[in-house]
């Protein structure tokens, strides 16, 4: 029996990159602890094998293919979740992606640009088509997926942190807007975790050794080590908890 402090039967929560990586396990997750899940990223193929994957779990789930890069797909993937499961409870603003690997001087205009685009502009645009309603009906709750990089200077994936320090910034102003309507907006920065996103660095000795041993629990974290946080925050347990940036990271930020 699931305890009534994380018991989300009922609610609808929508994941953005959620075929796979720590979006899959989230999702996963919040649909054993009993809410309705629709499963997005850009890849249909992907995102109706995760779909088939949790639904063997007897979770009620949807698949929702979306580029949330386009403005139109997310105003087809908000129409179409609420057609499917109605008006949406939890959403989880998750996907994200880091194409320069190197210094800050050298990410072109067009790294730069899809960075912000994905990892910031369009969260702010999901957000903005979802958070009025859960206003209107004076309960939500929101998670962004934001990242230890974005809490410290950082000398390979600068432009990607600068994106995800904002969304850390971003959860801060939303809780504040929208907190008399009990909405709720959180971050999680997670640390390194084991997913295709991670491969250059968990893929790297000369990185990956380092890391371990700054990391008081050494070792890389797997994406179910997201997925409670997720659970905490989307549920009654977190009832009280807003504005938060919750660092999963296997204590890498607090380590000597
Ligand atoms: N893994 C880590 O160490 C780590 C640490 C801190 C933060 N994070 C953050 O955690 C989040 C998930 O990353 P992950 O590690 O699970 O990586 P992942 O396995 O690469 O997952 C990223 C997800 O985002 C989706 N996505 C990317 N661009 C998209 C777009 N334009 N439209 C819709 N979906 C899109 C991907 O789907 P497609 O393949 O279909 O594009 C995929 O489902 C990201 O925001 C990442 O920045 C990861």
Do not use: Q, W
């Given at each position: 029996m699931t305890s009534a402090l994380f018991d989300l039967t009922g609610k609808t929560a929508l994941v953005t990159g959620s075929h796979r990586g720590l979006g899959f396990a989230m999702a996963r997750e919040l649909g054993r602890a009993g809410a309705r899940v629709v499963i997005s990223s850009n890849e249909p193929a992907g995102c109706e094998a995760a779909r088939r994957e949790i639904?063997?779990?007897?979770?009620?789930?949807?698949?929702?293919?979306?580029d949330v890069g386009v403005d139109a797909e997310l105003d087809r993937l908000v129409a179409e979740t609420e057609a499917g499961f109605g008006p949406i409870d939890i959403l989880v603003c998750?996907?994200?992606?880091?194409?320069?690997?190197?210094?800050?001087?050298?990410?072109?205009?067009?790294?730069?640009?899809?960075?912000?685009?994905?990892?910031?502009?369009?969260v702010v645009q999901l957000c903005n088509r979802v958070i009025p309603g859960m206003?209107?009906?004076?309960?939500?709750?929101?998670?962004?997926?934001?990242?230890?990089?974005?809490?410290?200077?950082?000398?390979?994936?600068g432009v990607y942190a600068l994106s995800k320090a904002a969304i850390a910034q971003l959860a801060r102003n939303y809780a504040?807007?929208?907190?008399?309507?009990?909405?709720?907006?959180?971050?999680?920065?997670?640390?390194?975790?084991?997913?295709?996103?991670?491969?250059?660095?968990?893929?790297?000795?000369?990185?990956?050794?380092?890391?371990?041993?700054?990391?008081?629990?050494?070792?890389?974290?797997?994406?179910?080590?997201?997925?409670?946080?997720?659970?905490?925050?989307?549920?009654?347990?977190?009832?009280?908890?807003?504005?938060?940036?919750?660092?999963?990271?296997?204590?890498?930020?607090?380590?000597?």
């Open positions: 639904a063997d779990e007897g979770v009620d789930v949807l698949s929702i293919p979306c998750n996907a994200g992606i880091n194409p320069h690997f190197g210094s800050l001087t050298e990410a072109t205009d067009d790294e730069y640009d899809a960075i912000m685009r994905i990892n910031l502009r369009s206003a209107k009906r004076k309960d939500g709750a929101v998670i962004l997926t934001s990242s230890l990089s974005g809490l410290r200077g950082n000398g390979k994936i504040v807007e929208f907190g008399p309507d009990n909405v709720r907006v959180n971050a999680i920065s997670p640390g390194l975790i084991d997913t295709e996103f991670s491969k250059p660095m968990t893929g790297n000795p000369d990185i990956l050794a380092p890391r371990i041993l700054k990391t008081p629990l050494r070792r890389v974290g797997k994406p179910e080590d997201i997925a409670g946080a997720a659970v905490y925050l989307a549920s009654p347990a977190g009832a009280f908890v807003t504005g938060h940036n919750l660092v999963v990271d296997g204590g890498t930020v607090i380590g000597d």
